[in-house]
């Protein structure tokens, strides 16, 4: 998402969103909106699993992420 980020603004290219994961602290710097985890969380429900002894089946597990919006996103055209 960096490597195109710089590209989109280096083209003066204001028109394109772009999105990363996993909001690094380089995100919060570069402006990168980012779809954020909960690491801890993730790490312990792993942890837990693999204490509790998890067998197959394999078991579905959704966490909740959080949306960090920052300037490299813009509302559709025509919609701001």
Do not use: Y
Request: no cysteine; net charge positive; proline share 5%.
């Amino acid at each position: 998402a960096f490597g195109g980020l710089r590209a989109l603004r280096e083209l003066g290219r204001g028109d394109v969103s772009v999105v990363g994961f996993d909001d690094v602290d380089a995100a919060r710097i570069a402006g990168l909106t980012t779809v954020a985890q909960r690491l801890r969380e993730k790490g312990e429900t792993a942890g837990r699993l693999l204490v509790e002894g998890a067998t197959l089946p394999a078991r579905e597990f959704i966490l909740p992420v959080e949306l960090r919006v920052r300037d490299s996103t813009r509302p559709p055209v025509g919609q701001g």
